[in-house]
């Protein structure tokens, strides 16, 4: 069972910017794409980022040009870099990461909240 913890949410001002990292109980060689979704109240889990294995990457229109996902394979963990933030960007954020075999694995999730 593969386990992914979450670090580096908060409470940060408009144009704040913080870093999350993900853990990978395992190495990420093992993934064949990992990902970031984030959960706002009331609405449904949606995508941020994702990075495959070959790093070819992908943003939500919302958070291009702003967010940055990176892996470091010698620590096996996944980050997303998060400037110029926004309260709309206030969610849970959630790492998620798809095995070989297609299994999904989820992250328990961390708070951001963007207030002034």
């Known amino acids: 069972q593969v386990r992914l913890v979450e670090s580096g949410g908060g409470l940060v001002q408009p144009g704040g910017s913080l870093r999350l990292s993900c853990a990978a109980s395992?190495?990420?060689?093992?993934?064949?794409?990992m990902g970031w979704y984030h959960q706002a109240p009331g609405k449904e889990r949606e995508l941020v980022a994702r990075?495959?294995?070959?790093?070819?990457?992908n943003y939500a229109d919302s958070v291009k040009g702003r967010f940055t996902i990176s892996t470091d394979n010698a620590k096996n963990t996944v980050y997303l870099q998060m400037n110029s933030l926004k309260p709309e960007d206030t969610a849970v954020y959630y790492c998620?990461?798809?095995?070989?075999?297609?299994?999904?694995?989820w992250g328990q999730g961390t708070q951001v909240t963007v207030s002034s």
């Open positions: 990075i495959t294995s070959g790093e070819s990457t």
């Open positions: 395992g190495s990420i060689f093992n993934f064949v794409v």
């Open positions: 998620n990461a798809v095995g070989r075999d297609s299994r999904d694995s």
